[in-house]
T-cell receptor
Framework: AAGVIQSPRHLIKEKRETATLKCYPI?????VYWYQQGPGQDPQFLIS???????DKGSIPDRFSAQQFSDYHSELNMSSLELGDSALYFC??????????FGPGTRLTVT | GQQVMQIPQYQHVQEGEDFTTYCNSS?????IQWYKQRPGGHPVFLIQ?????EVKKQKRLTFQFGEAKKNSSLHITATQTTDVGTYFC??????????FGTGTRLKVLA
């Protein structure tokens, strides 16, 4: 069965650089979520989209933005990266807000 | 803002012992989900509870939603080494916004 695809799986950036993370949800899923998980921490909700429209926002810094495209894939854009942005970024998709299927995550390291 | 706390933070058990993690929300939840995350892996959905007082079972796992819909528990009977991981509850806050609990990290000693 198709799963959530995230790319890249690993990303190393320097401070003040920008990064773009991509997420391809499970086909026919209408909701996409982005989470940030620091080491030993719980996933922190960043933002969600329902049918390509932004639905809810969480603790997403102003330096970050996200969008969902007509083909349902989503991108998380991160600018002016800081050391504290180093984390695992998960994308998840669901059908109408039911169980969330998580992707394998993108490990971002900011040096 | 809404907070979802879990206790204990860590639990070490001998294989075959039972394990319980408790989830408490600062606000009433319309539903609650449970996830398991293995070390180095991603969260995997276990179950969703919706009704007040609801109890659901999955083999050795029993999930309960409190009457006031502010707390939940996950009980594992006779733990196995395959149960190792971090168990998270997640409560909905908004339309499509889930607040994850702080997690309980379970280690099972063979």
């Amino acid at each position: 069965a198709a799963g959530v695809i995230q790319s890249p799986r690993h990303l190393i950036k320097e401070k003040r650089e920008t990064a773009t993370l991509k997420c391809y949800p499970i086909p026919r899923h209408d909701t996409v979520y982005w989470y940030q998980q620091g080491p030993g921490q719980d996933p922190q909700f960043l933002i969600s989209f329902y049918e390509k429209m932004q639905s809810d926002k969480g603790s997403i810094p102003d330096r970050f933005s996200a969008q969902q495209f007509s083909d349902y894939h989503s991108e998380l854009n991160m600018s002016s990266l800081e050391l504290g942005d180093s984390a695992l970024y998960f994308c998840a998709s669901s059908l109408s807000g039911y169980e969330q299927y998580f992707g394998p995550g993108t490990r971002l390291t900011v040096t | 803002g809404q907070q979802v706390m879990q206790i204990p933070q860590y639990q070490h058990v001998q294989e075959g012992e039972d394990f319980t993690t408790y989830c408490n929300s600062s606000t009433t939840l319309s539903n609650i989900q449970w996830y398991k995350q293995r070390p180095g892996g991603h969260p995997v959905f276990l179950i969703q509870l919706v009704k007040s007082g609801e109890v659901k079972k999955q083999k050795r796992l029993t999930f309960q939603f409190g009457e006031a819909k502010k707390n939940s528990s996950l009980h594992i009977t006779a733990t196995q080494t395959t149960d190792v991981g971090t168990y998270f509850c997640a409560g909905i806050s908004g339309t499509y916004k889930y607040i994850f609990g702080t997690g309980t990290r379970l280690k099972v000693l063979a």
